[in-house]
């Protein structure tokens, strides 16, 4: 069963705060909220505890979860080959509701799932989650919901679904976003649309366009 945690004050927030950090480092999973929706969040680099984000929300190792970072330095360490056009993408829109996905680092031990040796990163703009990744490190995070349920936009959302498969949930109100972010795939020489979200592809485009690329599957 989990504890919930409010923000609403400098104390109510270090408490729930440090209740998350406890609970991830500790191999739990754990409800946070971010710029766009809340996520399930688990230590990237424990994968007992990614096992239990992935059945918490009634997932496959199919689809692996990205990995929130609290800034985009940290990308270099976990991925490689990034292009140039990826890296404007990074100084644009982080923190903010792009997902890049990138090689991953041969050399991390981590199991995310069927990955096929990549992995998605997102540097989200949220006060609190952006506390919590950088007394943690990389997070997994997915979003807050059973798969074929809509993402919660409050904890009390969460709750009602995660409640009883997470040890803490920090509640910091209806997120400020609702909508999940973009995913951009920069495995290739393009980038390709996986999924269209906060972020518009006219946004994206006007900043590649110095680079001599645009996005590729636009539907």
Do not use: C
């Amino acid at each position: 069963m989990s504890k919930r945690f409010t923000t609403g004050t400098d104390e109510e927030r270090e408490a729930a705060v440090s209740a998350a950090v406890q609970a991830l480092r500790a191999g739990e999973v754990a409800v946070i909220p971010t710029d766009t929706v809340y996520g399930i969040a688990a230590d990237a680099f424990d994968a007992a505890a990614v096992r239990k984000l992935l059945a918490a929300k009634g997932r496959g190792r199919e689809m692996p979860p990205p990995v929130l970072v609290a800034a985009p330095s940290t990308v270099d360490a976990l991925a490689i080959d990034i292009p140039d056009w990826a890296r404007a993408l990074f100084v644009e829109f982080w923190p903010g509701p792009l997902t890049v996905v990138l090689h991953q680092q041969s050399s991390l031990q981590w199991d995310l799932g069927e990955t096929r040796g990549t992995v998605a990163v997102r540097v989200p703009d949220h006060a609190v989650a952006l506390e919590i990744l950088g007394r943690t490190g990389p997070l997994a995070v997915s979003s807050a919901n059973k798969t074929g349920r809509a993402a919660a936009l409050d904890a009390d959302a969460a709750e009602e679904m995660l409640g009883e498969d997470v040890i803490v949930i920090v509640d910091d109100g209806t997120v400020p976003g609702g909508e999940a972010s973009t995913i951009l795939d920069a495995t290739a020489a393009e980038p390709r649309l996986l999924r269209l979200g906060a972020l518009s592809v006219e946004r994206i485009d006007a900043v590649l366009a110095a680079h001599g690329v645009s996005v590729q599957g636009v539907v």
